[in-house]
Nanobody
Framework: VQLQASGGGSVQAGGSLRLSCAAS????????MGWFRRAPGKEREFVAA????????YYADSVKGRFTISRDNAKNTVYLQMNSLKPEDTAIYYC???????????????WGQGTLVTVSS
């Protein structure tokens, strides 16, 4: 599975962005999808995940209530709607695919190239 993330950019605090992640294979619908991010000087961290079979979602506490993950299996695409953005959300955002339902990076088999989100105060 090849993943292509897009939608990053620069926005002021309080603004919104929507990230997209397009997958190359029809079997995308069988994968659980996640978003991770790496802020400057920090390790990559989990942001959100969506389960392929039930569309159940899970969020990191830091983004809960502000970010929404969704997927469109017909378009082989997963989205991350980010509202009420804060400067601390500045990071490179990565999408990833896993056969397991987990927030652990090591369980994700396929990764997109990342898209940069910059939030200014």
């Amino acid at each position: 599975v090849q993943l292509q993330a897009s939608g990053g950019g620069s926005v002021q605090a309080g603004g919104s962005l929507r990230l997209s992640c397009a997958a190359s294979r029809r079997t995308f619908s069988s994968y659980n999808m996640g978003w991770f991010r790496r802020a400057p000087g920090k390790e990559r961290e989990f942001v959100a995940a969506i389960r392929w079979s039930t569309n159940n979602t899970y969020y990191a506490d830091s983004v809960k209530g502000r970010f929404t993950i969704s997927r469109d299996n017909a378009k082989n695409t997963v989205y991350l709607q980010m509202n009420s953005l804060k400067p601390e959300d500045t990071a490179i955002y990565y999408c990833a695919a896993s056969m397991g339902w987990t927030i652990r990076e090591s369980a994700y088999d396929y990764w997109g190239q990342g898209t940069l989100v910059t939030v200014s105060s």
